[in-house]
């Protein structure tokens, strides 16, 4: 186990921006997690995470060595299942599973997060979500939860208040890789030619709302290249927020905020976000408005 103190959330997640957190500890086995006198806050990829300059308060793990492994086995049923630790990166999944010739993970291909953090946001894409295939998760608490009692929704992965994920088992098929093959690179292709990924950011800012685009209520409030100091909302896709190079999270935070206002005031809709905020901020920005019904129109 490994800590490193007041080490800057910039350094760690896709945005580049956020302060210090108060004490950060790598850890390598469910054992040393257990060994914690408590953790406030998980840190995957940093993929999703937004936190103010001022920093974190508290104790964040970030999850490794054992807790990134992967074993195939054969369920009771005869199919196929991963179990995969929380701290593996999506991307180290696709490629051993792709290996081995198994398929039925395909989602995640592009989601640059772990294990952990696609459970904890239902993460998906065009080619599905990765709920659909999950069949259990366990917990650092050693609490086994099967998908069936977790309450999940559109990035949303309805775990309890505080559950830590330590692995998760996924059902996969052992045949059918080569067609998922073609359809992860069509996917990969596409989003190349419609996102941003050559500047950091968080992936898409809000949910899109049901029957349209959070991006596309957000070009339509005007909102494409407008800008916080070097935080940018993408003059590509305008549900990116990016970073143009050092930008502060409080830039970041405006951006969002603006975004919010003006897409409710334009178009009557309460954006939901996607990514995950966390610490104090200033009130006037965040949280955000509690009006009308989040996800519709007012
Ligand atoms: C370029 C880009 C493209 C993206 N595209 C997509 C996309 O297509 N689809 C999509 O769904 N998302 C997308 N994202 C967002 C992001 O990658 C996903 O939400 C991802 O699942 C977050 O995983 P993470 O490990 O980085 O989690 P983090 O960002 O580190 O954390 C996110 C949340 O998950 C929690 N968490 C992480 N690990 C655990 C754990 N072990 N136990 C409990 N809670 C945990 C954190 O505490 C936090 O609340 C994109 C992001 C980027 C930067």
New binding site residues.
């Given amino acids: 186990m490994r800590e490193l103190c007041q080490e800057p959330l910039a350094r760690h997640?896709?945005w580049r921006v956020g302060g210090p957190l108060e004490r950060l500890v790598f850890v390598d086995t469910a054992a040393d997690l257990v060994a914690l006198s408590g953790v406030d806050?998980?840190?995957?990829?940093?993929?999703?995470?937004l936190v103010p300059d001022e920093g974190l308060c508290g104790t964040t793990v970030k999850?490794g060595g054992q807790l990134r492994g992967l074993v195939v086995h054969e369920g009771a049923d005869g199919a196929a299942r991963v179990s995969a630790g929380?701290?593996l990166q999506n991307a180290v999944l696709l490629q051993r599973l792709d290996k081995l010739g198994i398929g039925g993970l395909g989602c995640l291909a592009?989601?640059?997060?772990?294990v952990?953090?696609?459970?904890?946001?239902n993460?998906?894409?065009a080619l599905g979500e990765i709920g659909e295939r999950l069949l259990s998760v366990s917990g650092l608490d050693g609490r086994v939860i099967a998908r069936a009692e977790l309450p999940m929704e559109y990035?949303s992965g309805g775990?309890p208040p505080g559950?830590?994920?330590?692995s998760a088992v996924f059902s996969v098929d052992r045949e059918g890789v080569a067609k998922e093959r073609s359809r992860i690179a069509e996917h990969l292709a596409r989003r190349k030619a419609t996102?941003p990924?050559d500047l950091p950011?968080?992936?898409?800012v809000f949910r899109n709302p049901p029957g349209d685009h959070a991006g596309r209520l957000i070009e339509a409030a005007g909102l494409k290249g407008w800008s916080s100091g070097n935080a940018r909302i993408s003059d590509r896709h305008a549900n990116f927020i990016v970073n143009c190079g050092g930008a502060r999270a409080i830039d970041v935070m405006r951006c969002i905020r603006t975004a919010w206002e003006r897409v409710y005031a334009t178009s009557g809709f309460c954006l939901i976000p996607?990514v995950?905020v966390l610490g104090d901020w200033d009130r006037e920005l965040w949280p955000l408005p509690a009006v009308g019904n989040p996800g519709t129109l007012r």
């Fill in positions: 997640g896709y806050h998980v840190l995957g990829n940093g993929s999703n995470l999850l929380a701290g592009g989601v640059p997060g772990t952990g953090g696609a459970v904890a946001m993460a998906g894409t990035r775990l559950f830590v994920v330590t996102q990924l950011s968080c992936g898409s996607e995950h």
